[in-house]
């Protein structure tokens, strides 16, 4: 998640001050990524660096405002424009702990999935009782205010990566019972490696890249 662009993006509607910009990010992603003010001027430091922000005036109460520059504005354009990358491989611990278990001589994998499958419906279940802090102001989706939509945006984003995980569990599962443990075991290799990262042709072939 990018604080850079998501601060530019809010300073892009209006100058504002950091507990004013903090206030701002929490109310229209959620509260589900908290940001401390530290972060925020830190942020606002390298976003002044790089002219894309500059420091305004200060109010009565010493509150410094932060203006966009017109770089800012071109730069909150592009960002909107662009989809979001996505990284190749993934360092998602799950299924890299469920990779690795598979190949370790003795150890009961199935027994891993149906732990973490516990796990994951109790989270899923937990996100779907969670209700917005607001809620009954609405009386349905037609009605929905602009922070109760953002809310929910991200809280859908939430259950379907929550469900998702769920289904693959049962695909591992299903997966795993086709071999047998001893099958799957890998012992530690006699053949020696190379020094260095492997060929990218042959890393883009594991990755499927």
């Not at 990018?2 to 509607?13: E, G, K, M, P």
């Not at 001027?41 to 200060?58: F, H, I, K, M, P």
């Not at 354009?77 to 990779?99: F, M």
């Not at 009961?108 to 779907?128: C, K, P, T």
Request: a negative charge; hydrophobic letters at 40%.
């Amino acid at each position: 998640m990018s604080v850079r662009q998501s601060l530019l993006a809010i300073l892009d509607q209006g100058p504002c001050y950091g507990y004013q910009l903090r206030a701002e990010f929490d109310r229209r992603t959620g509260s589900t990524w908290p940001l401390n003010v530290g972060q925020i001027y830190n942020t606002l430091e390298r976003l002044e660096r790089d002219g894309l922000v500059e420091r305004g005036a200060a109010d009565e109460a010493g509150h410094v405002y932060w203006e966009i520059t017109d770089a800012g504005h071109e730069a909150v354009k592009e960002w909107l424009d662009s989809p979001v990358p996505r990284q190749a491989g993934t360092r998602d611990e799950l299924p890299i702990k469920l990779a690795l278990a598979a190949t370790l001589p003795g150890v009961d994998v199935e027994a891993i999935v149906q732990r973490q499958r516990r796990a994951s419906l109790a989270a899923l279940q937990e996100l779907r009782r969670v209700q917005y802090a607001g809620a009954g102001m609405s009386t349905g989706d037609d009605d929905l205010g602009g922070e109760e939509l953002a809310w929910r945006l991200v809280a859908d984003a939430l259950i379907f990566q929550a469900e998702a995980e769920v289904r693959w569990l049962d695909h591992v599962e299903s997966r795993l019972r086709r071999h047998t443990p001893h099958a799957l075991s890998l012992e530690i290799s006699a053949e020696k490696p190379r020094r260095g990262r492997p060929p990218r042709a042959a890393a883009d072939a594991r990755t499927g890249a």
